[in-house]
């Protein structure tokens, strides 16, 4: 089955700076690759997601960009405002007949006021 | 659109009893719903795959007699933790296929405390 494994696991930015959370997934047949963020005792958000029929796909400070040879792809959160600070996952699957998501062990994001 | 909910959303019970939580797509019919789990600081972890009208499929080291899904509408599924244990306290969250085959709709999940 797939794997997606999900760097760093804690991650500690000043207001204003950029943060970047890694994933790599093993199954080259998943093309549906979703970021949630979840703040405690919430369910997931869907923040941005990307098909793997394109390679980087951008909404306002959050950026996603996919690498389908390499297996990996990468969350992109410009000029962080605390309330970004949240765990955020990252997820993989297959966009036809309705998959489960295989989440990667998760990200905290905190940024220092 | 696309709402899912799911009821209660904590519950505290006794060792040895059964716990059930229901999760209902509000405005969307969801012929396909998942259940997960999640521990605290962990990520969530896919419990079963439940499909209206037929047997839910469950991950490998799920015990199908312990965690019971039922799925016998096209908007609401059941997740029942039979003879709870202290280790069953967990966050569980279900989510929902929606319209379009590859997005999902999360609920707000249910806090179990076995005590």
């Known amino acids: 089955g797939e794997n997606v494994e999900q760097h760093p696991s804690t991650l500690s930015v000043q207001e204003g700076d950029s943060a970047v959370i890694k994933c790599t997934y093993s199954d080259s047949a998943s093309n549906y690759f979703p970021w949630y963020k979840q703040e405690l005792g919430k369910r997931p958000q869907l923040i941005i997601d990307?098909?793997?029929?394109?390679g980087e796909k951008k909404d306002q400070r959050i950026a996603v960009t996919l690498n389908k040879t390499a297996k990996h792809f990468s969350l992109h959160i410009t000029e962080t405002q605390p309330e970004d600070s949240a765990v955020y996952f990252c997820?993989?699957?297959?966009?036809?007949?309705?998959?489960?998501?295989?989440f990667g062990s998760g990200t905290r994001l905190q940024v220092q006021p | 659109g696309a709402v899912v909910s799911q009821h209660p959303s904590w519950v505290i019970c006794k060792s040895g009893t059964s716990v059930k939580i229901e999760c209902r797509s509000l405005d969307f019919q969801a012929t396909t719903m998942f259940w997960y789990r999640q521990f605290p600081k962990q990520s969530l972890m896919l419990m079963a795959t439940?499909?209206?009208?037929?047997?839910?499929?469950?991950e490998q080291g799920v015990e199908k007699d312990k965690f019971l899904i039922n799925h016998a509408s096209l908007t609401l599924s059941t997740l029942t933790v039979t003879s709870a244990h202290p280790e069953d306290s967990s966050f569980y969250i279900c989510?929902?296929?929606?319209?379009?085959?590859?997005?999902?709709?999360f609920g707000p999940g249910t806090r179990l405390t076995v005590t």
């Open positions: 997820a993989a699957s297959v966009d036809t007949g309705r998959r489960a998501l295989t």
């Open positions: 990307i098909r793997s029929n394109v």
């Open positions: 439940s499909n209206e009208g037929s047997k839910a499929t469950y």
């Open positions: 989510s929902a296929g929606g319209p379009v085959s590859y997005e999902q709709y």
